[in-house]
């Protein structure tokens, strides 16, 4: 069993869609990130969170300790928001990942 | 200020080969971590360095090591490549485990 799980693990939405992707672990956490990752590989880290919410424009990251899972959501979605997002937690002095969700927003 | 850097992008090595792959820091980020990525797949941690000690490390064998050097930049070397190392190498620093990653463009290693 994956220390982080995703899901859904492919999403197609129109353009305006408003888009949630989520994200359950299993371990003690101190530290949450939310990752995009486009085509040829290069990561961009979005949110690092620890409890609460947060928001950068049209992206909202929230997280529930005590139910270990946390959420992306993206508003008023976009094309170029097609990549793809993973999820990753540190557990003391490790990280895991999860297998990422694959978000295509046709126009 | 610079961002995070690899070297090389690409990389072809024969089984039972060594290679070093190798990360420069973004300026001030005293952190590294390095990750392997196979296709179609989540990043698997590595391990981790901070201020040259090596502070975690995942579920690789030895012959995966690494350096951290006094200006932060850093290497990882893999001895007595398998097919099954081929994969994208991402680095990614930052000023502590406190703060956020950032992550370089990767190195993707095949192995023949």
């Known amino acids: 069993k994956n220390e982080v799980e995703q899901s859904p693990q492919n999403l197609t939405a129109q353009e305006g869609e408003f888009i949630t992707i989520n994200c359950s672990y299993s371990v003690g956490i101190s530290a949450l990130h939310w990752l995009q990752q486009h085509p040829g590989g290069g990561i961009v880290s979005l949110f690092m969170?620890?409890?609460g919410k947060k928001k950068h424009g049209r992206l909202i990251a929230t997280i529930n300790i005590q139910e270990k899972h946390s959420s992306l959501h993206i508003t008023a979605s976009h094309p170029r928001d097609s990549a793809v997002y993973i999820c990753?937690?540190?557990?003391?002095?490790?990280?895991?990942f999860g297998t990422g969700t694959s978000l295509t927003v046709i126009p | 200020e610079t961002g995070v850097t690899q070297s090389p992008t690409h990389l072809i090595k024969t089984r039972g080969q060594q290679v070093t792959l190798r990360c420069s820091s973004q300026s001030g980020h005293n952190t590294v971590s390095w990750y392997q990525q196979a296709l179609g797949q989540g990043p698997q941690f590595i391990f981790q360095?901070?201020?040259?000690?090596?502070?975690g490390r995942g579920n690789f064998p030895p012959r995966f090591s690494g350096l951290q050097f006094p200006n932060y930049s850093s290497e990882l070397n893999v001895n007595a490549l398998e097919l099954d190392d081929s994969a994208l190498y991402l680095c990614?620093?930052?000023?502590?485990?406190?703060?956020?990653?950032?992550f370089g463009p990767g190195t993707r290693l095949t192995v023949t």
């Open positions: 990614a620093s930052s000023y502590s485990n406190f703060y956020e990653q950032y």
């Open positions: 990753a937690v540190r557990s003391g002095n490790q990280f895991y």
């Open positions: 360095y901070y201020r040259e000690e090596e502070n």
């Open positions: 969170l620890s409890s």
